[in-house]
């Protein structure tokens, strides 16, 4: 500041003459002083305004890198929606377990309040550390015999049924776990309106109706207790980008629906594969997470999974439960493989699984197999 009124004053259009006369009189010295710091200043502030805006510039630059670059608080993530379908008709028949839908949000992360705060808290020894989470889903699931052409009841194949369902799910994740509990409920019977859906969906691809569900299980409301525990280990470090983990996991579904323990693993082969614990499927299959992480650029990978069930219960081969209706001998352990692909590209994830299920029941001629697809969004 002193420098600027130096040069100022040194510079202003005075006449040297008043210089001469103002150093012999006091009041003149104060009067020339005045005017030069009129004239610098100005200046001088202007000087000192720019190197603020200039500093201010860089803070404001600073900044903004850092909150690009840091992370995203909790909760400030989107929540998940998922379309699922699942069919028989990527195995070549229209036998057993043959279609199923499903629609399915999952929240961004949601702390420990509300009802799945307690419920995490409780029932999955959740803390304030894990990324707790809910979910809701919608679904249909539509079962028929070998022949679809015969309109008595078929008494050594698959029973007609259809189930309808809405399913609350409570997650909690740290780094490398997820464990999840959640509840279906729903009817299984005409109400579930299998019938309805499969013919109308056949007729309008023009192919044959099924003839036979008149003879399907009758109306009865079911539900199901479900609680799955997976882990993420990573078995070969990232190598040109890519990486190779495993994902073994554990499961228990109790109900009068279904009664079931199960055990199982995929391997998962492509890159950045922390973004989520596998493809999203319909229960009972073994499924992913229900959610992913996205990510600014195209990623993929491929996968192979194995998965054992000890079955105390099935509704849908067993028969209603209180009243006479189709049933077959259940097989008390079923195995599953499935294999397939997995791409995200941003906000949006599909995956392709082609799943092979062994014969469930005594009369089943072989195990069957049949495809799933899964859309997700976040937003």
């Known amino acids: 500041m002193l420098d600027s009124l130096r040069a100022a004053a040194s510079t202003a259009v005075l006449p040297r003459a008043y210089f001469r006369y103002a150093a012999s009189r006091p009041a003149a010295l104060l009067l020339a002083g005045g005017l030069a710091l009129a004239v610098a200043a100005p200046a001088a502030a202007q000087q000192e305004s720019d190197g603020q805006e200039r500093s201010a510039s860089d803070q404001q630059e600073q900044a903004g890198v850092e909150l690009y670059d840091a992370p995203q608080p909790s909760g400030s993530e989107d929540g998940t929606w998922t379309?699922?379908?699942?069919?028989?008709?990527?195995?070549?028949?229209?036998?057993?377990?043959?279609?199923?839908?499903?629609l399915s949000y999952v929240s961004p992360e949601a702390g420990m309040g509300g009802l799945h705060g307690p419920i995490a808290r409780a029932l999955l020894f959740a803390d304030d550390a894990d990324r707790v989470r809910w979910g809701l889903a919608?679904?249909?699931?539509?079962y028929t015999p070998r022949n679809t052409e015969a309109r008595r009841p078929l008494p050594d194949q698959h029973p007609y049924a259809g189930w309808a369902y809405g399913e609350y799910s409570v997650y909690a994740q740290d780094d490398d776990s997820l464990r999840m509990?959640?509840?279906?409920?729903?009817m299984v019977g005409p109400s579930a309106r299998g019938e309805w859906v499969q013919n109308n969906v056949h007729r309008a691809i023009g192919t044959d109706e099924?003839?036979?569900?008149?003879?399907?299980?009758?109306?009865?409301?079911?539900?199901?207790?479900m609680y799955e525990r997976k882990e993420r280990a990573l078995i070969a470090g990232e190598y040109l980008g890519l990486q190779l983990d495993v994902v073994p996991h554990v499961g228990v579904a109790l109900g009068t629906l279904r009664t079931q323990a199960s055990a199982g693993a995929t391997l998962r082969f492509g890159d950045?594969?922390?973004?989520?614990?596998?493809?999203?499927?319909i229960r009972p299959a073994m499924g992913g997470s229900g959610y992913f992480e996205a990510t600014p650029s195209f990623n993929w990978y491929l996968f192979v999974g194995a998965e054992g069930r000890a079955v105390a219960r099935n509704l849908f081969l067993d028969g209603n439960t209180w009243k006479d209706s189709a049933s077959v001998e259940r097989k008390p352990f079923v195995a599953e493989l499935q294999y397939g692909l997995v791409m995200q590209y941003d906000n949006l994830q599909l995956a392709w699984t082609f799943v092979t299920r062994s014969r469930q029941f005594d009369e089943q001629e072989r195990p069957q197999q049949f495809g799933a697809v899964s859309l997700s969004v976040k937003f």
């Open 181 to 186: 509990i959640g509840l279906q409920a729903g």
């Open 272 to 281: 950045d594969l922390k973004r989520d614990f596998g493809p999203p499927r």
């Open 83 to 102: 379309l699922n379908w699942e069919n028989d008709i990527f195995g070549g028949t229209d036998r057993n377990y043959t279609n199923g839908n499903r």
């Open 210 to 225: 099924s003839n036979g569900w008149d003879n399907q299980l009758e109306d009865e409301p079911a539900f199901v207790l």
């Open 138 to 142: 919608i679904g249909q699931s539509m």
